[in-house]
C-alpha cells in the first residue's frame, strides 16, 4: 500500500472552552500548623448539575487531611477533572475561608449550553479527502437531517441523543447514557437503538481500495442493532464498561454473487449477538486536546456464538501527550489489533482505514486483515490563544469562549 505523501500539516482553530483559571493557592495564616483539614465545601454556578456530580470529580473530601502543598496540587487536579467532564465553560476551585486549621473550599462553575438541536450533513466515506477526491465531493454520498444531543439532561451529566438521518443512509438511531445510577455513584448504565438502510454498499476491497455497488431503485442493505451496557468508574480516571448486543444484517442477493465470502458462503442475512469489554484510563490535562498525560482503550469482544458469526477481537490504543515547552507539545499514538480465528469472512477482516485506524498520507487506502497495529506522532505549535466576549443580560456575569490556534505536523 502506498501512501501519496510523507507526511502533512495542519493548521486549525480549536475552540476549546477551556478556562485557564487556576486554583488559588492556599494561603497558610498560621505558619505552625502543617496540616489543614478540609471544612464546607461550598459550590456555586450550578443550576443544571447536581452537587453530588461535581463532588464526584474532586480529589479531596470533608473531613480529609492534607498539607498546603497536597491541597494545593488536589485543588487544581480537581479544577482539571471537572474540567474535562465537559459540563462547564470555566472552574475556579480556591480557599474561601479558615477557621483555625480548618479550611473552607470553594468550587465556582459556569455551565455550558447542554442542549444542541442541530442539522446533520456529513460525507460517508471514510475521510474528506477521499470525498473530495475520488468521489467528487458527490452528494450522493452524503447523509444528512436532524440530531439532536442533550448532555446533561437530568443534571448526572447523562447524555440522550436522537438521530433523524436520510441521504446515503436512511438511518433512526436513539442512545442513553447515564454515568451514576448507584448511591455509591460507581455504578452507570447505557442503552441504545439503530435501525437502517442504504441504496450503495462496499462490498469488496481490490488492490487497497473499496468496492461499490450502488442500485438506484431498490436498498442493498437492511440493518438493526440494540444494545444495552453497564459500567463501572472506581476511580477518578479509569472506567470498565461490559455491553451486550444484537445485530441483524441483509443484503441483497447480488452481494452475494459478486461476493460469495462477504458472509459465511451462501448467507445474506445474518443475526449474533455481541459482548464487549471496554477499558478507558484517561489520565490526561485536557481530554479533547491533551498538551500531557497518558490515554489508554482497551477493548475485547466476542462476536457470535456459531459458525455463521465466530469472532474474537482484542483492540489497544494508546495517546501520550508530552509538553516540549509552554506552547508546544507532542502526541505519540500507538494501535494494535488481533483477531481470533484467523479465518474470516470478509465481513470480518476490515482493519486499517476504517474510523480512527487510519494513517495520515494513505487516506485514499484500506487494507483487510486480522492482525496489525501502527504508530505515530505528531508536534504541536500555539501560535495564540484568544478570548471571545459574548454579551449577556443585564446583571449577567460576561462570557467569554477561548480560542486557540495550533499549527500541527504529522509524521
Known sequence: MRGNNKYCVLFFILALGYSHLAAQP?????????????????????????????????????????????????????????????????????????????INIQVDVKERWYLFPVPYFKPVDRNINQWLVEQKASFDRVNYGAKLTWNNATG?????????????TRQLSFSYDRLYIDRNMKLGASMSFAYGKNREINYNTVNDK??????????????????????????????????????????????VTLNPDYFQPGQSRIGYPSFYYNMTHLHLDYIPYPTKGLGVKLS??????????NLWQLHV??????????????????????KLPFKQPWFNRRFLGYGDTYLQGYEYNVMDGVAGGFIKASLHQEFFSTRVRLPRGKNKPMLAIPFRVVGKDVW
Request: aromatic share 10%; glycine share 8%; hydrophobic share 35%.
Open 317 to 338: 490504543n494508546t495517546l501520550a501527550a508530552i509538553k516540549l515547552g509552554p506552547k508546544t507539545f507532542s502526541h505519540i499514538y500507538t494501535y494494535g489489533g488481533i
Open 26 to 102: 492556599v494561603i497558610t495564616p498560621d505558619s505552625t500548623v502543617s496540616n489543614y483539614i478540609i471544612g464546607e465545601i461550598t459550590i456555586t454556578g450550578n443550576k443544571k448539575t447536581r452537587d453530588e456530580i461535581i463532588l464526584r470529580e474532586l480529589s479531596f473530601h470533608k473531613g480529609e487531611s492534607f498539607t498546603p502543598e497536597e491541597l494545593t496540587n488536589r485543588m487544581e487536579a480537581g479544577r482539571k477533572q471537572l474540567m474535562n467532564t465537559a459540563l462547564f465553560h470555566q472552574v475556579l476551585v480556591a480557599a474561601k475561608d479558615f477557621n483555625g486549621n480548618t
Open 156 to 168: 448526572r451529566n447523562d447524555k440522550f441523543k436522537l438521530w433523524l438521518i436520510s441521504g446515503y
Open 300 to 309: 475485547l469482544s466476542k462476536n457470535g456464538l456459531n459458525s455463521t458469526i
Open 210 to 255: 473499496q468496492v461499490f455497488l450502488k442500485d438506484p431503485e431498490n436498498y442493498v442493505r437492511h440493518f438493526i442493532n440494540g444494545n444495552i451496557g453497564i459500567s463501572w468508574r472506581p476511580a477518578i480516571n479509569t472506567r470498565h464498561s461490559f455491553v451486550i448486543c444484537f445485530n441483524s444484517e441483509k443484503v441483497e442477493d447480488t452481494i
